[in-house]
C-alpha cells in the first residue's frame, strides 16, 4: 500500500492558500480568521475521507477511523508563525490525512483505531508553545493561559468571545482524550542535515530539552563624547563579551548544544549615550538534561566574571525550561526496519525544535519522521520541500501506522 | 570685580523649576510650552539687569550691553534633553548674564559692546544638534529643517505654527547676526577629570570632532535549535566581535578617541531565531582629524574582515560629521593668565561633548571654561555642581569678558 501523492500535494498547497499573506509567505495563526477557515477546509477533507470528525474543548481537531480502544494517534498543527511556509505542521497533518485515507480506501482491517490530529496553536502565537498539545495532556495551567496579553495585544479570553471556545473549555480539553497506544508525528526537518547527507529520512531518537532565559546586564549609561572607556560601565560590551564567550564555550567544550541571543535591546539607545542597561535573551538548547544544566551553570559564573570585570551587575530569568524527551525506542526499531523494506535510506536525529510529540511523549510511544527541507529554512515564505521526500516520509509513516494499529 | 553668587545660584534654580517633569528632572526642549515660559523668564531677568533684549528668526535670545561694533558673544543655550539636569546650558546662559549685570552695575565703560546669548536647541530634540547656532552661524540648508519628522512624531514647520517662528524665519536669522569680535561659552564638563583632579576650572582648547554612523551586519535568521553553530550567518555575533575588537583598536592604538555602539536592534529580535540582520549606531569622537579618518578607515576595514569570517555583509553610512575645532589660543593665554591673578588652579582639557561653541569657532575667536559636574554625569535628574566650582567659572568668565571688551 503506497500513498497517493498528487492528492497529498493538492491538499498542501490548497491549504497554504488559506491566510496566504500579501507581505509573504501563509499567516494563519490558531483562532485567527484565516485558522477558521483552515479548520473549515480540514472538517470537509475528514469528512471527505470518510473520518469521524471531532473537536476537543482547545479546537484539536480529530478523523478517527475504528472504534473505541486505545488509540494510535498520528498528526501535527496547521497553524503557522507570522509570514510562515506551507510544510511547517500542514505537511504532517496533511500527510496523516492522507495515509488514514488509504487505509480506509483499502478496506483494511486494524485491530486498534487510528485517529488523526491537528494541534491548536502549536507555533505559540497565543500564550506560549504547544497551547492545544498541552490542553491535550493536561499540563497547562490555569495561570498560563489566564494572565497577560497575547502578541496580539489582547487577553486570550478576549479572543476567544464569539467563538466556540473558552478558557474553562481549554483548560477541561484533557477530560476529552481518547485513551493512547501511540502517537506519530511526521514534520520538516527545520535544519540542513538530511538536506547535507541527501538523505531523505530522519528518525527522530531525541527531540532537545531547551531553557529561555531573559537576561539583563546593567552598568552605568554616560556620555559618549567625554567618559574615557576605562572608566565606562558599557552593558553593551559586557553583552557582546557574553555571547561570543558563551558561543565559544558551546562550541568547543558543549558541540551539538545550542546557543543563542536573539533579541537585544539597549537603554537609553541613543548614539551619544553609553549603554547603561541591555537586556537580552538567551536560548540554550540539548539534547542531554546534564549538558543543559551544567551549561547553564557555566554561563552564569560567566556572566558574573565579566559583570565584575566590566563593572556592571547581571540578572537572570528563566522564562521556559523542557526537558530533553527521548522517543519510543520500539517505534524506532519499527520505522527503521520499515525504512529497509522499503529501500530507503535514513539517518537518525535529535530535534533542535520543540514539536507536540515533545508534549505526548509521556503519555504513550512516541515516535517522529523528519523530511528534510530546501536549505533548512521554516518559519519563513521561503520554506519548500523536495515533494518525493513527502511522498517518501508519508509512505514510512503509513507503513508505521499498519504496524502498530495491525 | 567678582560675580554674585546667590543671585546667581537663585537664578539656575529658578530657571530648573521650569518645565520639571515628574518623571524627573527637566524637560525643557526648544519651542514646547516649558520653553516659552523659560523664554519669557529669561527676557525679564534681561530687561531687569537693563540689558538691550532682541530675538532672531531662530529664536535665539540676546542681552546686549553697549552699542554697536564688533561684539564679545557670551553665552550658552537654556533648552535641555527629555529628563535632563539644571546646569547643562542654564549655567552658561545665566554666568553670563551675571557678569554682564555685574559690569552694569559698576558703571565699566568698556571699548566693545558685551552680547547675552541663549541659542535655541542646542541639544537637537528637533532636527538634528546646534539649530540656532547653526542658524546664528548661517550653516543650516532648508533640507534639514524641511523633512523629516522630529522625535516628537510632527515636522518641524508643523512645530512652529502658532508661534513667531517658521523656517523662513530660521533660515533668515544669521543676517541678523552683530559683527562679532568672540565668544565666549562656560559649560559642565559633563566628563569626571575635573573632578577627580580636584581642579575647578578646565580651559578647553579644542572640541572633538566626530563620525556617527548607521552600520548593518546581515547574516541570516535561522531556527535557534536547528542550525549548527558553524552554520550560522549570525548578525548579532558579527556586531558583538564589532564592538569588542573596534573598542580594543580605540584603547590601544587611537587612546583618548572614543567609539560607542549606543543602539542596537536585532532582527527577527525572537527568542529562538538566529539574528538575521543587525542595525546599529556608531559615535566615533576624536580631538584629532587626521586620527579620525584613520580610525574610521580601520573600523571599515576590521568590519569587512569580521563580515567575511562570519559569513555576513556590513553595511554602514555617515549620519553626521563634524571636524574637531581649535579654540582661540589669545583668548586661552587670557584664560590662563587671569586664572593666575586669581589664584584658581585650572587644566586644559579637550572637550569630547560638542557644543554651540565649535559652531561659532569659525565666525570669531572662541573660547571656553569648563567647571566640573558630579560624577560626569549630565543629561540626567542627577545633573549636580558644587555651587563654589560655578562661582570660580564665573569670575573667570568675568575677567575674560573684561580683558576682551576693555
Chains 1, 2 share one sequence.
Not at 98 to 123: A, H, M, N, W, Y
Not at 168 to 190: C, F, N, T, V
Not at 221 to 230: M, R
Amino acid at each position: 500500500m503506497k500513498i497517493n501523492l498528487e492528492r497529498l500535494r493538492k491538499d498542501v498547497e490548497d491549504l497554504s492558500r488559506i491566510g496566504r499573506d500579501p507581505r509573504g509567505g501563509v499567516t494563519r495563526p490558531s483562532f485567527s480568521q484565516a485558522d477558521f477557515e483552515a479548520r473549515a477546509w480540514l472538517k470537509n477533507r475528514i469528512c471527505e475521507a470518510g473520518l469521524y470528525h471531532r473537536q476537543d474543548g482547545a479546537g484539536n481537531i480529530f478523523g478517527r477511523l475504528g472504534a473505541d480502544g486505545p488509540t494510535v494517534l498520528v498528526g501535527s498543527h496547521i497553524d503557522t508563525v507570522i509570514n510562515g511556509g506551507a510544510f511547517d505542521g500542514a505537511a504532517g497533518v496533511l500527510a496523516a490525512l492522507e495515509c488514514l485515507r488509504r487505509i480506509k480506501e483499502e478496506g483494511r482491517t486494524l485491530s486498534k483505531p487510528l485517529e488523526l490530529v491537528s494541534f491548536t496553536d502549536e507555533e505559540g502565537n497565543l500564550v506560549g508553545d504547544f497551547l492545544g498539545s498541552r490542553a491535550f495532556a493536561g499540563t497547562l495551567s490555569r495561570e498560563e493561559i489566564n494572565t497577560g496579553l497575547t502578541p496580539f495585544g489582547r487577553p486570550l479570553g478576549t479572543i476567544l468571545e464569539g467563538t466556540e471556545f473558552s478558557l474553562e473549555s481549554i483548560l477541561g480539553a484533557h477530560k476529552e482524550r481518547p485513551q493512547l497506544d501511540s502517537y506519530l508525528e511526521l514534520h520538516i526537518e527545520q535544519g540542513t542535515t538530511l538536506e547535507m547527507e541527501e538523505i531523505s529520512i530522519g528518525i527522530v531518537e531525541r527531540i532537545a530539552g531547551k531553557i529561555y532565559r531573559q537576561c539583563s546586564f546593567v552598568g552605568q549609561a554616560s556620555h559618549a563624547g567625554t567618559t574615557p572607556l576605562e572608566l565606562r560601565r558599557d552593558a553593551f560590551l559586557a553583552t557582546a563579551d557574553f555571547a561570543l564567550r558563551g558561543t565559544q564555550l558551546v562550541a568547543t567544550k558543549h558541540y551539538g548544544s545550542m546557543i543563542t541571543v536573539g533579541r537585544i535591546t539597549a537603554h537609553p539607545g541613543s548614539f551619544s549615550v553609553v549603554p547603561g542597561k541591555v537586556d537580552f535573551t538567551l536560548d540554550l538548547r540539548s539534547s542531554s538534561g546534564d549538558t543543559l544544566r551544567v551549561l547553564d551553570t557555566e554561563l552564569r559564573e560567566m556572566a558574573a566574571d565579566i559583570a565584575s570585570t566590566r563593572g556592571t551587575e547581571f540578572f537572570w530569568r528563566a522564562i521556559d525550561r523542557t526537558e530533553p524527551v527521548a522517543l519510543s525506542e520500539r517505534i524506532i526499531g519499527i520505522m527503521k526496519d520499515e525504512c529497509g523494506k522499503l529501500g530507503y535510506s535514513w539517518m537518525a536525529l535529535t530535534s533542535g525544535a520543540g514539536h507536540d510529540a515533545q508534549i505526548v511523549a509521556p503519555l504513550a510511544e512516541t515516535g517522529m519522521i523528519f523530511i528534510p527541507c530546501r536549505d533548512g529554512i521554516s518559519h519563513s515564505p521561503e520554506e519548500m520541500i523536495d515533494w518525493k521526500d513527502l511522498e517518501t516520509g508519508a509512505n514510512l509513516l503509513l507503513q508505521t501506522l499498519l504496524r502498530l494499529a495491525g
